[in-house]
């Protein structure tokens, strides 16, 4: 079974560009999560979503930041316009179970570097 | 906020000893999961724990839920080179929150 699949894995941009960061959760989980890994904080949750709505956005850094889930086998993070301090490893995870309270399997990151 | 002490923060060890670690929170989880993390790579769930005093095995891999439910600990039996890499606890308390330990970073030296 495919895991969840994010792109693109690396990416490397100048500041103040807009980038996109694209996951398709695991077939038939509910709930999805994008998360930010950095050495000094680790992994911080971002947003969550439970059956395509996001339900916790208090992890969103600033109004740069935004994510979407038109669906349920498809979300996207976007930061606009990207700055140096963005960079970092984003990860999205989803889940099965009632209120996002299942196991949570993570995609294999996007490396983001903001120049 | 909750809070998750994970220890050591990295660990050499010879190949085929045994290694362990282990998470204490300052307050109660229902859920703790443990997730293995190779570099370039998305953390990995080994073992999820979901009772009190519970005892789990993976493989080479054990994993308990300590009866207070503020900590847990992860035991690896005969260690490998492939063991390399960064292990993180993570405990939920109820909602879909996961709070994350920094991760302790295991060396294997053949």
């Known amino acids: 079974d495919a895991g969840v699949i994010q792109s693109p894995r690396h990416e490397v941009t100048e500041m103040g560009q807009e980038v996109t960061l694209r996951c398709k959760p695991i077939s038939g989980h509910n709930s999805l999560f994008w998360y930010r890994q950095t050495m000094m904080r680790g992994l911080e949750l971002l947003i969550y979503f439970n059956n395509n709505v996001p339900i916790d956005d208090s992890g969103m850094p600033e109004d740069r930041f935004s994510a979407k889930m038109p669906n349920a086998s498809f979300s996207t993070l976007k930061i606009q316009p990207s700055e140096p301090r963005d960079s970092a490893v984003y990860f999205c995870?989803?889940?099965f179970g009632q209120g996002g309270t299942g196991e949570l399997f993570f995609g294999e990151g996007s490396r983001l570097t903001v120049l | 906020g909750q809070q998750l002490n994970q220890s050591p923060q990295s660990m050499f060890i010879q190949e085929g000893e045994d290694v362990s670690m282990n998470c204490t929170s300052s307050?109660?989880?229902?859920?703790w999961l443990w997730y293995k993390q190779d570099p370039g790579e998305g953390p990995v769930l080994l073992i999820a724990?979901?009772?009190?005093?519970e005892l789990t095995s993976n493989g080479r891999l054990t994993a308990q839920f300590g009866i207070t439910r503020k900590d847990s600990f992860l035991n690896i039996s005969a260690s490998i080179p492939s063991d390399v890499g960064i292990y993180f606890c993570?405990?939920?308390?109820?909602?879909?929150?996961?709070?994350f330990g920094k991760g302790t970073k295991l060396s294997v030296i053949p």
């Open positions: 307050s109660i989880f229902n859920t």
């Open positions: 993570a405990g939920r308390a109820g909602s879909y929150q996961l709070t």
């Open positions: 995870a989803s889940s």
């Open positions: 724990l979901y009772k009190a005093g």
